[in-house]
């Protein structure tokens, strides 16, 4: 593949340029990829010479053939230093180079920019077995995650098309019937299969039978008569068999003459075709059985012995589950509402919190983010930088010179850092001008555009954390840099940046080492639960005796204390009107919607639309759930969120900036507490919520509400005794609806749970 070459001093001007021109190659040369000549950190080039994956350094037209043990980033090596090879391109790294070169891993061993892609099919014996190298490099754990994911990622499996059984290519139902099965042909590799459905047999075509596998699977095509080649003029099944295997009926005393056709089953048992007799057992005798082994021909006994013990897995189904009470809950809410933190607070509380290898996908998570974090950051810089430097420009202009204060103030300018190229025009100190408070150093910028240059291309999951540790010191130089921390403080404008950014920023260098590991604190304070999906779940029970059931102990018994809660985490992204999936969650017994409190003064953008008020956003997303057809009759929790950052934030951003409470008119506000503010703008909201929940549905339903501070554990709890009550609630007004129509207990104070007044407002 060819390259194009972007030069040193383009690359240290304006980064958007560099974009702009990255992009008009892509679309002028089509196919043609792009890399950064001076800093080497695409690894595709060698003193600004490119090189591709297959080795060949380009230099014009003539091409050179690269020592097939060099590293392809660094290009040094002797063939006693061990190498680790993508197992796409077959590209080898030295150990310096690997982590830079091939990230996270999230695939396992492939450089970053193979992610996605399938895997050299000579390489499949490998998946999962990690070098010497890899293990002097990461801790066990990182290598036991790093390998599970390239044995178990999707674009490291084998596809359906590769694999041909009976003439037939397998559709991705059947591939997944054969490798599902309680006993499936080991180690399987691409290529052209026969298998014989009724006795189980499997083999490579044209091959002698390799292995027993599950019969009676619908793969493939018909069994040909020709799959194994056999010239014999005698039949199992349809196949005409080998030599070998007719060799070994013989001796296991079948009678077998030219023309016999036999019907062969699992367990070895067989008939001629046609007759309903049994005539014995082939594998019967175990001098039999010895002698197909010895011809590495194979027998029953261990196939069977699997499915006995399929037979038995598939009986032991927990107790809980034969008493029907398991009762399934869908905690939702948009980004950064609280979700994962709820659903954390529930392992610590119900399921000893996180396991070994728990914490490590934690520590992964927190470490990539915070390079997320830098980057949002560093974008931000950007922004502000320019920004300051049109209004120098306007201020510079002499007719606006009087009216705007921006020289020569120079008390608080940054001495220590050099001007760097982008920092305005030479002289400008001379003439006494104040620095730009947003230009970081020259050093500390290229390291910066090519974290957001990784960001533009969406690798920044691929590139850490593995890389963590080399960065670390580069991201806490960053942080400390007077332009970031000027950046920081106008945080509220950098709408995608999370509040919790500086808590884990400001301890960059211990989370970045290897030893790091997440306390309970920093497990609540990060962001998310699990990497990919966003599905996260947990099966926990709950004490019967708390505060908030005491009333409806009277009626506890024992059969109570065997309900059990399925709690589904769902991520937001990707949930929209009319969305298909969510049936999946039809039989959920109550669907627990977040939505984080302090959010009503907060833009946010949902994919690429325009910025919007997240609030906004929450309610949207409430209705898009609330209106889906499969939770018509579920009962609504509304957990509302962040109560303890609302009280803080409602002391000095009124409520009405958000342009649904507008109409929020707090009762002689003036004379009440600050505390109390806070109280009637929470009852206001849940009435709010309250009013739209009963404006959509017209079931009668009402809204359960609750005020939460989800990084308190016990206000967790108190949320998850509600939920119970409510299912139980629920359960008894179906049983007695027919009974008692008493609509007063409904409407009782069991749809509000909070430590304050009911807000009588409009
Ligand atoms: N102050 C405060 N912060 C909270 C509270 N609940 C959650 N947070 C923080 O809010 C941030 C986002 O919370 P998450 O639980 O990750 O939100 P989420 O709903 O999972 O959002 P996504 O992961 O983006 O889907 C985390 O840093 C939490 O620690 C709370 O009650 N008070
Ligand atoms: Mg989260």
């Known amino acids: 593949m060819s390259k194009v070459i972007i030069p040193y001093q383009l690359h240290t001007g ?44 380009n230099h014009g037209s003539v091409h050179m053939q690269r020592n097939r043990r060099d590293c392809h980033f660094c290009s040094k090596g002797n ?64 290598v036991h995650q790093i390998m599970k994911a390239e044995r178990e990622c999707l674009a490291n499996q084998l596809r359906p098309e590769q694999l041909i059984v009976n003439d037939k290519q397998l559709q991705a139902h059947e591939l997944a019937q054969l490798l599902g099965c309680s006993n499936p042909p080991s180690k399987l590799k691409p290529g052209r299969y026969w298998y014989d459905k009724q006795s ?161 996908t934690m520590k992964l998570m927190i470490q990539s983010n915070i390079y997320k974090y830098i980057g949002l950051l560093l974008e931000g810089r950007e922004l502000f930088e320019d920004e300051e430097e049109a209004n120098k420009e306007v201020s510079d202009d002499p007719e606006n010179s009087e009216s705007h204060s921006y020289f020569p103030d120079t008390s608080d300018a940054e001495p220590s850092l050099p001007a760097s190229p982008g920092s305005g025009e030479p002289g400008e100190k001379a003439r006494g001008r104040k620095k730009n408070p947003y230009t970081i150093s020259a050093r500390l910028k290229h390291q910066a555009d090519w974290i957001l240059e990784i960001m533009a291309n969406g690798h920044l999951d691929a590139y850490f954390p593995a890389a963590t540790r080399e960065y670390a010191p580069f991201v806490s130089e960053m942080w400390k840099d007077s332009a970031i921390q000027a950046t920081y403080k106008r945080k509220s404008e950098l709408h995608m940046l999370p509040d919790v950014a500086d808590y884990f920023l400001e301890r960059v260098a211990d989370i970045s080492s290897n030893d790091y590991v997440p306390s309970d604190r920093d497990i609540l304070f990060a962001e998310g639960v699990t990497q990919g999906s966003g599905l996260a779940e947990l099966e926990f029970s709950l004490d019967e005796r708390s505060p908030v059931s005491e009333t409806y ?34 039989d959920v017994r109550a669907v627990i919607f977040c939505v984080a409190l302090d959010e009503y003064d907060r833009m946010w953008t949902d994919g690429n639309q325009e910025l919007q008020n997240k609030m906004l956003l929450s309610r949207d997303l409430f209705q898009c759930i609330l209106e889906h057809p499969c939770f018509r009759d579920t009962p609504f929790v509304l957990l509302l969120n962040k109560y303890d950052s609302f009280e803080d934030k409602i002391q000095n951003v009124p ?79 179906a049983s007695t609806l027919w009974n008692v129509h008493d609509e007063s207990m409904y409407t009782s104070d069991m749809s509000s749970f909070s430590p304050i007044p009911q807000y009588n407002g409009k």
């Open 14 to 57: 304006h980064l958007l340029l560099q974009r702009l021109l990255a992009v008009w190659i892509d679309f002028r040369f089509s196919g043609v990829q792009m890399a950064v000549g001076s800093d080497n950190i695409g690894g595709d080039s060698r003193n600004g010479i490119p090189i591709d994956r297959t080795g060949l350094i």
């Open 79 to 142: 063939s006693l230093q061990e190498r680790e090879a993508c197992l796409v391109c077959k590209a080898k790294f030295c150990r310096n180079c690997i982590l830079r070169e091939m990230g996270s891993m999230p695939e396992g061993r492939k450089c970053v920019d193979c992610i996605g892609q399938p895997i050299n099919e000579a390489k499949r014996s490998r998946l999962g077995k990690p070098s010497r190298l890899l293990q002097h490099l990461l801790s066990p754990l990182e």
């Open 200 to 360: 189980g047999l499997w083999g490579k075509e044209g091959e002698k039978p390799d292995k027993i596998i599950t019969a009676e699977l619908n793969v493939g095509g018909r069994l040909q008569e020709k799959a194994t080649n056999g010239f014999t003029d005698v039949y199992m099944n349809g196949r005409e068999i080998t030599k070998i295997e007719l060799r070994m009926l013989k001796c296991a005393g079948v009678q077998c003459t030219p023309g016999t056709h036999l019907w062969v089953y699992p367990d070895g048992n067989y008939q001629e075709e046609g007759q309903n007799n049994e005539l014995g057992n082939i594998y019967g005798k175990a001098t039999t059985r010895f002698l197909y082994a010895l011809c590495a021909l194979p027998t029953p006994n261990s196939s069977r012995l699997g499915a006995r013990q399929a037979l038995n897995n598939l009986r032991s189904i927990p107790a809980y589950l034969e008493q029907k009470k398991l009762y399934k809950l869908l905690l939702l809410g948009h980004e950064g509402s609280g979700t994962s933190t709820i659903f954390k607070q529930a392992k610590f509380l119900y399921n000893d919190g996180f396991n070994d290898e728990e914490l490590e």
């Open 553 to 586: 102990n009277e009626n506890y018994d024992q059969a109570s204390s065997l309900v059990r809660y399925h709690l589904i985490r769902l991520s937001s992204k990707g949930i929209n009107p009319g969305c298909k999936w969510l049936e999946m969650f039809e």
């Open 655 to 733: 409520l009405r900036v958000c342009e649904w409470f507008a109409d929020f008119d707090p009762v002689r506000a003036s004379t009440f507490t600050a505390q109390s503010l806070a109280q009637q703008a929470y009852t206001y909201i849940a009435h709010k919520f309250k009013k739209h929940f009963e404006s959509i549905n017209n079931t009668g339903r009402k809204l359960y509400t609750f005020q939460l501070k989800a990084r308190e554990r016990s206000t967790v709890s108190a949320a998850f005794q509600y939920v119970k009550e409510i299912l139980k609630w629920e359960e008894n007004k």
